[in-house]
Each structure stands twice: as structure tokens, then as C-alpha cells.
């Protein structure tokens, strides 16, 4: 299967890597993205979040478009590796808020100039993932960073 380094960093100590799977564009996996009425088309990506070389989180991503400025993105999280806590902990930076901040900061790279006003995004997470209802917001450069809240 062909993966595509699309973004690294540090997170919380660890190098972190975010990997798009490349084949399995459009592959929805029986998963249903719901986009805004705004959106007039849109495609699924696949990737996978490594630290260490070990994979930590999987994300099925909806990306949505309202004619061909980005709109609406949609992320689906899986769990992958025990070091992922469940809920966050503590009153600390959540690692996979971070993880996913991580992937979004390539998909804003990826279509600078072409985004449709306010770009809204939600995170979907599947058991044993929980308690984590602030990932949904806006997503944008600001002061030329990406960021989501």
C-alpha cells in the first residue's frame, strides 16, 4: 500500500508522523460523512499517525467542498496503540487533539488560498476513544499557523 508523508512534529517529546494512505482515496470503509448542505462534492482520505515508528492513530478523513474551496472536514479516529489514552488526561495538550492538528495542518498547506470562508471541522471517535467533545470548531491559519478550535 503506498503512504505519502504528508506532515511530522513533535508531540509531547515524541516525533510524530502522519503518513496519507494513498490507495484507499474514496474508500469509505462503511462509514458515513455527513457534510454541510454547503458542500457540492468531496473525497475520503486515509491516514495513519506513527510516533516511533509504531502507529498510534488511524483517521478516515471526509473532505468537503463547497465548488473548489474547502469547507467542511470530517475526521474519523481509531485508536491504534495502548500509549493513546482513552480520555484526556489531566488539564494538560491532549496527544491525539494534537495528532489530528497534525494531519489538518497538511490538508490547510494543501489548499492555501482555496478555502470557503470558515472551514468547519468534527472529529468522530470510535471506542475506546471518549470524553473529547471540543474537537469540532473552525479550522484556519492563524498568524501563519494552522489551527483548529
Known amino acids: 500500500m503506498a503512504a505519502n508523508l504528508v506532515s511530522r512534529g513533535h508531540i509531547l517529546g515524541r516525533v510524530v508522523m502522519?503518513?496519507?494512505l494513498t490507495d484507499s482515496r474514496d474508500f469509505t470503509e462503511g462509514r458515513e460523512f455527513k457534510f454541510m448542505a454547503s458542500v457540492t462534492r468531496h473525497s475520503i482520505r486515509h491516514y495513519e499517525i506513527d510516533s516511533r515508528g509504531e502507529l498510534m492513530l488511524r483517521l478516515a478523513v471526509g473532505i468537503g467542498y463547497e465548488n473548489d474551496f474547502l469547507r467542511d472536514v470530517i475526521v474519523n479516529v481509531s485508536k491504534e496503540h495502548d500509549?493513546?489514552?482513552?480520555?484526556?488526561?489531566?488539564?494538560g495538550e491532549d496527544v491525539v487533539e494534537l495528532m489530528i492538528q497534525l494531519m489538518t495542518l497538511s490538508l490547510l498547506k494543501?489548499?492555501?488560498?482555496r478555502l470557503a470562508g470558515i472551514v468547519e471541522w468534527e472529529a468522530i471517535?470510535?471506542?475506546p476513544l471518549e470524553g473529547r467533545n471540543y474537537l469540532r470548531g473552525e479550522v484556519g491559519f492563524r498568524g501563519g499557523l494552522a489551527s483548529a478550535g
Not at 500509549?83 to 488539564?91: F, L, S
Not at 494543501?110 to 488560498?113: A, F, N, P, S, T
Open 18 to 20: 502522519a503518513y496519507e
Open 83 to 91: 500509549d493513546v489514552p482513552n480520555r484526556p488526561e489531566g488539564v
Open 110 to 113: 494543501e489548499h492555501d488560498g
Open 125 to 127: 471517535l470510535d471506542a
